[in-house]
Every structure is written in structure tokens, then in C-alpha cells.
């Protein structure tokens, strides 16, 4: 299979899995996605209203955010998502708010942390103080990140759920607060949660391999310092995200979600540059030392992914090829002083 055109990567990013479907014919009330707007909500929002339809299970799905991007809410209202504008540091709009038992927490901030790492403080820490006061008694599932956890030695196999947060830099250390003020919160008012630390969403439109592979086209070298990598089908992320909802306890617990394998930058490079016909230089030599994370646990608990990594090397190396839409939002997966 190719994927040529938007439209085609929006249905495969929106199509539910079985086992999906099957557990949304069991949800009741709204779900509501909160963070609802950036690269992951559109698709999240859309997958669940479709799942929702398959099980004959017409509950309402409600996506809110800012909707910076106004583009997002007029496709989401498209498909039959309720949407609902509001900036979530507003402590009074959530009076306004749906109520629901079943939440999705993608509210996040880690560009700009750099210029102005009180806002990011603020976002990742404050938000979640005020969705659990707004929903103490959810279900919540809570997108962190691998970012997280310490680079570990490659040949470990990456980090474990029980491994000690103690990450490099403000970005990744104000998502230890997100995660610690969620479980906070679970132990001070009982509410469900889960967080899920993920690494690497890839949609052919922005992702790690989305970034290796503009690297190779404009004849640029490839950096290897940062020298493994892993990453999962943003549609299978968004799967297992909806999946993980009867997985949230209290106390709070943490769930790592991406693909099964460590993945070589070099040898990642070199694939797609052998499918979009390009030569691949490269700068820096790998570390022994890499941000990885090992989801064994989560594809134990809600399968593994269905879609492996040749499908999403050759889906991307065609992508970029063909000139096709980019989100123009690079990960700076490379980035390894925690700076961003
Ligand atoms: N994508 C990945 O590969 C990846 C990897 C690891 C972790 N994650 C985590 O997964 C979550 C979702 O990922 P993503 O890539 O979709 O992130 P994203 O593109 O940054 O989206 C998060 C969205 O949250 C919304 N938001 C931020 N502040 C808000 C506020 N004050 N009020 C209302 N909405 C606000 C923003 O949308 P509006 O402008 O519409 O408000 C923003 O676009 C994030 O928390 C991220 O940390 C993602």
C-alpha cells in the first residue's frame, strides 16, 4: 500500500482497530480530549468518534483547545466532534465544561521552553491541577512523554515504567512535574489515572523519520550523536491512548507507549535514503547513550502495534518524495541537552 494524498493518510490515521470499537460499544457519557488541537488530537478525536459510530455507540465526543489552529476545528466539527474553544489556564472556563467520566489529558508545551520556561512550568504543571479538581472522578488518561526519564546505555533496551525520573532540562523535568501533580491529585481525590510516557508519534506529516528524511533530500548530513531512537504509527499511539482508559488506577500509575524495536539513526538513514534513491552523509559519531524507552508492558497489556517500522519508512520516504503536506514542526529528536 502507498499512502498518495492527505485525505488517505487521514483515514488511516482515523481508522479504529477491532479491538477499539469493541471497547468504545462499552464507554458511556462523553469523552472529552483535552489538548485537543496539536499534532495528535485531530486524528485521537476523529479515530474515536469513528470507533464510537462502528460500535453503534453514538456518545458525544468533545474536543477542546485554544484552536490556535482554526483549520483543526472546522475538520474536526466535519466528522462530528464537538468542539469547544477555551484556554484551559482560564481556572473560570471550566465551570463551562461538559461533564464526563472518561477524559483524554494532550495538553502540553515544549517549544519555546528556552525563551520562556515559566509558561512551560505553568501548562505542564498547573493544567493538570485544575482538569483533576474539574474531573475528580474520571477516568484520565494523561499523555507524558519518554522525555521523562534519563538516556540510558543502547544496549539496555531502554527505560523502564519503574526507572527514576531525573531528566535532563526544564522542558522534560516540567513534564515530571505534569506527571507528579497528576499523581498528586489521584492520591488526594481518588481519581483514575494513567500516564503515558510516549516516544515518538510518527504521521507522515511531522516526525523523526519525517525529519531524517528532509535531512537526506536537501543532500544535508544526518546527526548521529543522538544515535537510537524509538517511535510508533501515530495511529496505533492514538489506539492504545483510547484503549488505555480502563488501565487508569488510583493511585496513579505510568505506562511507556511506542514500537517495539530501537531503531539506529544510521541504519534508519540509510533505508530511506536507499528508498528515495539519495545518497546520506552524516556528522558526529554515535553515543552509547540515548533516550529510549521499552514499552513490553503496554503492548502486554493492549497488543502490540500494528504497523512496523519498513511500512513507516517506506510510507515516509514516498511522502517527502512526492513534495507532500508538512506540518513544518521538526521533533529535534537529536537534542540531547535537554534544551528547547
Ligand atoms: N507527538 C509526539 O510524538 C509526542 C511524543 C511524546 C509526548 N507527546 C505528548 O503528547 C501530547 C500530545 O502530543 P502533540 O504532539 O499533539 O502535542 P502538541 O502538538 O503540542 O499539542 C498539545 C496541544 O495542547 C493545546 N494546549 C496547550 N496549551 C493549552 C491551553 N492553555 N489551553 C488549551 N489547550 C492548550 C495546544 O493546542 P491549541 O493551540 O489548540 O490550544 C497544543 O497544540 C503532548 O502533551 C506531548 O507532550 C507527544
Known sequence: MQIKTEPQLLDLLTRPSEALVAFMATLQGPLVILGAGGKMGPTLCVRAKRAAEQ?????????????????????LESKGVQTHSCDLMDRDSLRNFPDAEHV???VGMKFGTQSNPALTWAVNALIPDYMCERYPNARIVALSTGNVYTMT????????????????????????????????????LGTAIVSIRLNYAIDLRYG?????????????????????????????????????????TSPARALNVTGKETLSVRKTALALGRLMNKPVSFS???STIALLNNSAVAHDELGPPSVGIEEML????RWIQDGNQLLNKPTHFETRDGKY
Not at 489552529?69 to 475538520?75: F, M, T
Not at 531525573?166 to 501533580?181: D, K, M, Q
Not at 517506506?314 to 520516504?317: I, K, N, V
Open 153 to 188: 546505555e543502547v544496549e539496555g533496551g531502554g527505560s523502564v515504567e519503574s526507572d527514576p525520573l531525573e531528566p535532563l532540562g526544564e522542558y522534560a523535568n516540567a513534564c515530571v512535574a505534569r506527571e507528579r501533580v497528576f499523581e498528586y491529585k489521584s492520591q488526594q
Open 55 to 75: 460500535a453503534s455507540n453514538p456518545i458525544p465526543i468533545i474536543a477542546v483547545s485554544r484552536f490556535s489552529d482554526k483549520g483543526q476545528k472546522a475538520w
Open 284 to 286: 558526529g559519531t554515535e
Open 208 to 248: 523523526v523519520l519525517v525529519d531524517l528524511a528532509q535531512k537526506i533530500i536537501a543532500g544535508k548530513p544526518v546527526d548521529l550523536t543522538m544515535g537510537y531512537f524509538n517511535c510508533i504509527w501515530q495511529g496505533d499511539a492514538n489506539d492504545m491512548i483510547l484503549r488505555a482508559l480502563p488501565l487508569a
Open 314 to 317: 517506506e510510507w515516509t520516504a
Open 104 to 106: 483524554i489529558y494532550l
